[in-house]
């Protein structure tokens, strides 16, 4: 199983980008997927984490301006972020509890995708 993440770049403050990251392997279901960041000298935080059924859980810091959703079908969860500021500057990284068999999951991490914001 393999998470691999899109959608990074630089981008000036103000303006959006919008992370993907899609699994794939044999894979039987997926249970929460999410994005966590990790800022040059800081610890990895969580972003944004969604359940399968949809229900969505942000941070403080990005509440309002950033929304994370999933296709389950096509085992991807995005990540829209809007309004980007200087400090939203990291290397991101998408996760997800995957279910190989009914009865047993793992968490995967993705390869990370950095999101330079520019003041």
């Known amino acids: 199983v393999q998470l691999q993440a899109f959608g990074g770049g630089l981008v000036q403050a103000g303006g959006s980008l919008r992370l993907s990251c899609a699994a794939s392997g044999s894979i039987f279901s997926i249970n929460n997927m999410g994005w966590y960041r990790q800022a040059p000298g800081k610890q990895r935080e969580l972003v944004a984490s969604?359940?399968?059924?949809?229900?969505?859980n942000y941070a403080d810091s990005v509440t309002a301006r950033f929304t994370i959703s999933r296709d389950n079908a096509k085992n991807t969860v995005y990540l829209q972020m809007n309004s980007l500021k200087p400090e939203d500057t990291a290397v991101y990284y998408c996760n997800a509890d995957i279910r190989v068999q009914p009865t047993y999951s793992r968490n995967h991490w993705g390869q990370g995708t950095l999101v330079t914001v520019s003041s």
């Open positions: 969604i359940t399968s059924g949809g229900a969505g």
